[in-house]
Structure formats: structure tokens, C-alpha cells
């Protein structure tokens, strides 16, 4: 083999200095990507905003004119609002002062209305009541708290492991009968 010339290595580096990846530039992102104006929500946003939507409905179904509230100094004489009247006259009250106190006894109305009436549990509402169908329910140990795989015959305490057993059968009598009271499984005889 012929041994290699200056020149002829000088042309392999330019070569090699013309082939390198690592010289060209390549940012990590694309300089025209912009962020989705698309939100993602989780589920606790998406329930809040199903309730407002649904409290909003009720109140606009309660803001009706059938529904607003008598202000101080009037005769209900139907369902509706008739003014009060001083020797055949209506009284003229400051406007601002009845539309203000009108609009406050409207959203107080409004307020206790959507009080009372609460979250209507739905099959996909979280604040609905937990689920009574006995395969749901999880049983937790008296004694600890941890989830109960067992439960004693003798006292039906129920128990996370032997240690806790150990425990359950050592209690003195009627020890038993308080564990199972705050637990509402308690007997009453009369």
C-alpha cells in the first residue's frame, strides 16, 4: 500500500468535515410550532362546569316574573307584586333604591331556592351518595383502620391480620360491643 500523501489526508478531513451531521444545526423544535389553543380539562373542571350550567338554568327558571319576591310595603293580592297606594295614589319610591333592594331579594330568593335544592344525584355525578350494593363496600379493620380480610366469629370485630387478632381476642369483655357500636353493628336487646 502506498504510504499517504498531506494532501490526500488534508481532502479525506474535508470530506469527513462535509459529511458531519453534528456541525448542521438542528433546533429541538420547530421554530414555527405554536401551543394548541385547545385546553384539556380534568374531570373536577368539567363537574364545576356542569353545575354551573345547571344552577344557572334553575335560576334563570326562577327568575321568572311569577317568581319575584314582594317588596316592603306591598299587598300580595295574587301571585304577582301590586304596589302599595296611599289614598289611591301610588306611592313613589326612590327607583334606584326599589331596584336595588328588588335585584337583592331576587338573588336571596334565587340563592335559597338553589340551597335547598342541591345537587341532583345523576349516574355521572360525583356529589351523589355512595353506592349501599354490598359488593362496593370495602370492610376496614376496627382496630387499625386497614382494609379487614377477616372477621372474629366470637366477637365479629373485624381484623386485619394475627397481630391484630391477637389483639381482638385479648380485649376485656365488653370492649368488643364499643368497637362494634361506633361501627353501628351493635345488638340492642329489650
Not at 370485630?157 to 362494634?180: C, I, N, T, W
Amino acid at each position: 500500500m502506498a504510504p499517504s500523501t498531506a494532501s490526500a489526508d488534508d481532502s479525506h478531513q474535508q470530506l469527513l468535515d462535509q459529511l458531519d451531521m453534528t456541525s448542521i444545526r438542528k433546533p429541538f423544535r420547530n421554530p414555527r410550532w405554536k401551543p394548541s389553543q385547545r385546553r384539556n380539562k380534568n374531570i373536577k373542571q368539567i363537574i364545576a362546569e356542569a353545575s354551573r350550567k345547571e344552577a344557572s338554568v334553575l335560576a334563570t327558571q326562577n327568575n321568572s316574573g311569577t317568581s319575584t319576591p314582594l317588596p316592603p310595603g306591598s299587598v300580595a293580592t295574587t301571585r304577582g307584586v301590586t304596589p302599595a297606594r296611599t289614598n289611591g295614589a301610588v306611592a313613589n319610591p326612590n327607583i334606584a333604591q326599589a331596584a336595588q333592594s328588588l335585584s337583592t331579594l331576587v338573588l336571596e330568593r334565587n340563592r335559597q331556592a338553589a340551597l335547598s335544592a342541591g345537587p341532583v344525584p345523576t349516574y355521572t355525578n360525583i356529589e351523589s351518595a355512595p353506592s349501599l350494593h354490598p359488593g362496593q363496600q370495602r370492610h376496614y379493620c376496627d382496630i387499625t383502620g386497614l382494609p379487614a380480610r377477616y372477621t372474629d366469629p366470637k366477637t365479629r370485630l373485624r381484623y386485619h391480620d394475627k397481630e391484630v387478632f391477637g389483639v381482638v381476642r385479648s380485649l376485656p369483655q365488653g370492649v368488643a360491643e364499643k368497637y362494634l357500636e361506633a361501627r353501628a353493628a351493635h345488638v340492642i336487646l329489650k
